[in-house]
């Protein structure tokens, strides 16, 4: 249920944000994930203040190819996206981050009212600040909300016309059997509107693993500040110097995934609970499923979509689709 946390008047955007969720809630999802075999944290931890930071800054990395693929796609062939949309009243973008993806499609799409969701509140209220200086007339409503676990929209989004953007291929971070589940949530919040999203392609391991293992080490230090904001909700002990960043190309479930590596035996403490962790054991940090456009075609057809269209980059690296809910 999201309910008002702040609302500004005139220039001001608004900003909505979710019942908080019960810190015990919060200990119980991360303590027993750390118990479990393998042991897992869920990858929306990632994003405190610092690891979305830490992201926005990986984007720009050389090795990390989305960002450029799927901007590439947009300035290609954004007036034949446009055109394959149509009208759009409310442009709802999951997983806003810093908003400068949904910004580029402001001047095609030409939205009467901005929707950015993301789970890191604060960083998502900086954002909307500095596009009110850019778009003073564009309605603003920002919202703090785990889409993953509801999609929850206010009364006060109209109901015509919307468009849900998902880019940066976010989609990929979910298993296909949960993938399906929130783009069937997404199609029932949009009944007459459609969803943009972006897909990230199957390729080579020379290419992919990079991506996710920098030569900076900034995606290291993005996966290692996890621990750190599992300490500060969770109570634990972690040390970042017992555990380093693994990122690997699983073939056969055609994901990336990320670990922390014990560097070697460890305990970890918390309120009510510790786990031992022997040397080169893992936490298991985060997935990112990869597509070939005929199975994401089909998983869109699964949940529910028609009148699917996809463009890809010059290299067909990456493709962004379009779908009719």
């Known amino acids: 249920m999201v309910s008002p946390s702040a609302l500004l008047a005139g220039a001001t955007p608004s900003f909505l944000a979710p019942q908080p969720q019960p810190v015990s809630a919060e200990q119980h999802e991360l303590g027993h994930g750390l118990l479990d075999r393998p042991a897992h944290i869920d990858p929306k931890f990632l994003y405190d203040a610092l690891g979305s930071s830490l992201f926005t800054a990986i984007t720009q990395l050389p090795e990390y190819y989305p960002t450029r693929c799927e901007a590439e796609i947009f300035e290609r062939h954004g007036e034949d996206i446009a055109r394959q949309i149509g009208p759009v009243q409310t442009l709802i973008d999951l997983g806003a981050g810093d908003c400068v993806k949904a910004e580029r499609l402001f001047s095609s799409l030409r939205p009467r009212h901005y929707v950015p969701i993301d789970i890191s509140a604060d960083y998502l209220q900086a954002a909307v600040r500095r596009l009110r200086l850019s778009y003073p007339d564009l309605r603003i409503t920002a919202i703090g909300q785990d889409f993953a676990q509801a999609l929850a929209l206010p009364a006060t989004i109209a109901p015509e016309q919307r468009l849900f953007f998902y880019p940066g291929s976010s989609i990929g971070n979910l298993d296909p059997d949960s ?73 056969e479930q055609s994901r990336i995934e990320m670990h922390l590596q014990a560097q070697h035996p460890v305990t970890v403490n918390w309120p009510g609970g510790e786990r031992h962790f022997a040397a080169g054991e893992r936490i298991h940090t985060e997935n990112s499923y990869k597509f070939t456009p005929q199975a994401f075609t089909d998983l869109l057809h699964s949940a529910g979509y028609h009148g699917i269209e996809h463009w890809s980059d010059a290299r067909g690296w990456f493709s962004v689709f379009s779908a009719r809910a």
Request: glycine share 8%; net charge neutral; charged share 25%.
């Open 179 to 251: 993938a399906r589940a929130m783009l069937q949530r997404i199609r029932r919040q949009c009944e007459g509107g459609g969803l943009l999203v972006g897909v990230d392609r199957v390729k080579s391991r020379q290419v992919l693993e990079p991506a996710y293992d920098d030569a900076l080490h900034l995606t290291a230090a993005f996966n290692l500040n996890l621990l750190r904001h599992v300490n500060d909700l969770l109570g634990s002990d972690f040390d970042v110097g017992d555990w380093r960043h693994v990122a690997l190309f699983n073939s």
